[in-house]
């Protein structure tokens, strides 16, 4: 099992709610990423970040943030749930570009 | 627009059986990885072959390159059941600019091994 954790694991909310979403690594990994996968279907990335203080978005648009003040913590925030943002959040480490990624076992999120 | 594509899509065997994975890329790579996830979790690195790599083992697992078809396969030999996951290519975005590094997923194919 891989050094990256995600709270929580499963997240019911109702619609206009703000969440974060946790994932911290102790591998002192510098780069960090979030994808977003509906079931049975392909990862998209939607945030990475380099180091600290450094965050970009990814492939796929979303209307989540992301912040790196400390390198073994890249939280995602969404300022306001709706159902459309239902799917699975996996969050993702590297050592480096184009190595492995090590990946969280994922948070479930549910928008009523 | 999609990098990797896996083939097929759902593959169901037979438990000591070999189950063979395809996966066709569009564009120039540094390297291609496979990576494993069982229902519901994160995924789990396998294997990396890099551009100039041919074939690389890895236990069970077996990976081809060919770069001129930009295509890989993933062999796992004698499959038991609790090889049934879903299997994920991945290609780094080595052509993609300011994303180069990052890995592009195809949509995986769903192995199911019978006991």
């Known amino acids: 099992e891989a050094d990256i954790y995600q709270t929580p694991r499963y997240l019911v909310i109702g619609t206009g709610k703000k969440i974060t979403l946790e994932c911290s690594q102790t591998?002192?990994?510098?780069?960090m990423y979030w994808y977003q996968q509906d079931p049975g279907m392909e990862l998209h990335l939607i945030h990475y970040?380099?180091?600290?203080?450094?965050?970009e978005k990814g492939d796929l648009s979303s209307e989540s943030t992301v912040s790196r003040i400390r390198t073994e913590h890249f939280p995602l925030t969404l300022e306001s749930a709706r159902p459309s943002h239902t799917s699975q959040y996996l969050c993702?480490?590297?050592?480096?570009?184009?190595?492995?990624?090590?990946f969280g076992p994922g948070t479930r999120l549910t928008v009523l | 627009s999609q990098q990797g594509e896996e083939d097929p899509q759902a593959l169901s065997i037979q438990e000591g059986e070999n189950a063979t994975m395809n996966c066709s890329y569009k564009?120039?790579?540094?390297?291609l990885q496979w990576y494993r996830q069982n229902s519901g979790r994160g995924l789990v690195h396998l294997i990396l072959?890099?551009?100039?790599?041919r074939e690389k083992h890895s236990g069970r697992l077996r990976v081809t390159l060919d770069t001129s078809k930009k295509s890989s396969s993933l062999l796992i030999t004698a499959s038991r059941a609790a090889d049934t996951a879903s299997y994920f290519c991945?290609?780094?975005?080595?052509?993609?600019?300011?994303?180069?590094?990052?890995?592009?997923f195809g949509k995986g194919t769903k192995l199911s091994v019978k006991p």
């Open positions: 993702a480490s590297s050592a480096r570009a184009y190595n492995e990624q090590f």
């Open positions: 591998m002192g990994h510098d780069k």
């Open positions: 970040s380099y180091g600290v203080n450094s965050t």
């Open positions: 564009t120039s790579i540094n390297n």
């Open positions: 072959i890099r551009s100039n790599e």
């Open positions: 991945a290609t780094d975005a080595g052509g993609y600019g300011g994303s180069q590094g990052n890995l592009i």
